[in-house]
């Protein structure tokens, strides 16, 4: 019993009200006495306590002598609530929104620990409406493959630079090159960007013990992140029609180059 008290608890009902509610429920049609007796709630309290409910729609007065009770059923009862949380989330989503939308601060959120991340990054793959533009390794694609095919049903443009290669792709890839990658990737941890709808991204590390990330809508950061994965498009693109004049003038994946700067 205690366990239905707090969950109606839960839904905005005071521990009398719902001991009184349940005590209708058990015994239709009883007196402000008999709700009292059996729900416990002091004979001092009950009728304030009935006009609360009676306030709320969870009961109805029958006759004038005796004055008697009866509670509304309980189906009506939750399909009601329901339909009123539903209302107000939709409202207060809506509102809060715009209110947000008018007073918009950039602002970066730090965040740590590998399940924070992929929550984030499946909560944008889940909210894209237009496009989704990453950078990340194919184990992370894998992870969230089922997460990206269900945008890509839904009309999202999908295009993605991806660190080795996956069995299941969607939408546009581009391979980046990997010779010595997995060595940088060793040393500096896995990276993994994300863009959604030009309106916010997440740019994450993952590495053995440590794993953190950024999630902003920052213009200025998600202008560095879009040509990060454009510059990687091109370089991916560059790559499969001139790999080999590229690799014997500058190594393989230019290892000449990036053993001058070592920045990953």
Request: glycine share 6%.
């Amino acid at each position: 019993m205690k366990n239905l008290i707090d969950r109606l608890i839960n839904i905005g009902l005071s521990t009398y009200e719902a001991k009184a509610y349940i005590a209708l429920i058990q015994s239709p049609n009883i007196s402000a006495y008999e709700i009292s007796k059996i729900s416990g709630v002091p004979q001092s309290k009950i009728y304030e306590i009935i006009k609360k409910i009676i306030q709320k729609g969870l009961a109805i007065v029958n006759g004038t002598n005796p004055v008697k009770y009866t509670a509304l059923p309980v189906d009506e009862f939750l399909d009601r609530y329901r339909a009123n949380v539903d209302e107000s989330i939709t409202y207060i989503k809506n509102n809060l929104k715009t209110i947000s939308e008018e007073n918009h601060v950039d602002y970066i959120w730090h965040f740590e620990g590998k399940d924070k991340i992929n929550n984030k990054i499946k909560s944008i793959i889940k909210e894209a409406e237009k496009s989704l533009y990453f950078e990340m390794w194919r184990s992370e694609y894998d992870l969230f493959y089922e997460d990206i095919l269900k945008a890509k049903k839904r009309g999202v443009d999908i295009v993605t630079v991806m660190y080795g290669k996956s069995e299941n792709e969607i939408g546009k890839v581009y391979h980046h090159e990997m010779e010595g990658m997995e060595i940088d990737a060793n040393k500096h941890g896995r990276w993994i960007t994300a863009v959604a709808d030009e309106k916010e991204c997440v740019f994450g590390i993952f590495k053995v013990e440590q794993n953190y990330a950024v999630w902003t809508q920052n213009k200025s950061f998600m202008l560095l992140a879009e040509a990060f994965i454009t510059h990687d498009i091109l370089i991916a693109e560059i790559y499969s029609k001139y790999k080999g004049l590229l690799d014997r003038e500058f190594g393989p994946n230019m290892k000449k180059i990036r053993e001058k700067i070592d920045i990953g």
